[in-house]
């Protein structure tokens, strides 16, 4: 496994409100406080929800777009570094009134009801994502 080291930087805790849109709203964040690293994890609810599946052998996501209120069980994901700009990489499952889940990549067009999040900043090295032709996908230089 390829790997680098990194050192724990700043904590946040903080939620989006109603409306907002998941992603964009994540992404605004680490710019705005230009974390160049790290990880974190959100629950809360959504209005409605874009979510991916990505298909290997057409190197492109299949999209689901689901037209209802959902519980965030969970969403995680990391940042770092794509075309020189602060990136998010996030994943949701996402539950609904019958406790049966939906999952995937996580797509802007994702707004949500409330959506508490905890992001833990990384430093030290720079993790940077390039194009990698094999799979179609940018993938961490290290
Ligand atoms: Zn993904």
Redesign the pocket.
Known sequence: MKHIELKQGRTFMGYASEGEDLLSALTKFVKDKKIQAGYFNVIGAVKSAVIGF?DEHSQSYKKVTLNQELEISGCLGNISIKDEEEFI?A?IILGNEEGKTYSG?LFEGTPVLLAEFNVQELTGEKLVRKFNEASGLFMWDI
């Open positions: 990505y990489h994943h990549h």
